[in-house]
């Protein structure tokens, strides 16, 4: 796998683009995992927002959008989400 990423943080707010490269991806397809031959390419950007509040709680908050997701042919990769959200609360 290679690959960079460019991230710009201040007061908790964070975002970023990715783009990485994987040779010989593992997949599921057909209930099976599967090797997709060549190389991957992944590209994406990522917003996140982390906060810690009472004393001992912290808030995680984060949002990916992948730009591209396919294999070496240009085709799209199976089972990639367009669009995630996620999020987090912790408490120590």
């Known amino acids: 796998t290679t690959g960079y990423d460019v991230f ?54 984060a949002y990916t959008h992948l730009i591209r997701a396919e294999d070496s042919q240009e085709n799209d990769l199976p089972r990639r989400a367009k669009n995630m959200f996620n999020y987090s609360l912790s408490w120590y």
Not at 17 to 31: A, G, H, M, P, R
Not at 32 to 39: F, V, W
């Open 8 to 61: 710009v943080s201040r007061k908790g707010i964070k975002v970023g683009y990715f783009k990485s490269w994987v040779e010989d991806l593992i997949t599921y397809v057909n209930n099976q995992y599967t090797n997709i031959d060549g190389e991957s390419k992944f590209e994406g950007i990522e917003a996140s927002y982390s906060s810690q509040f009472f004393d001992n709680f912290m808030i995680n908050i």
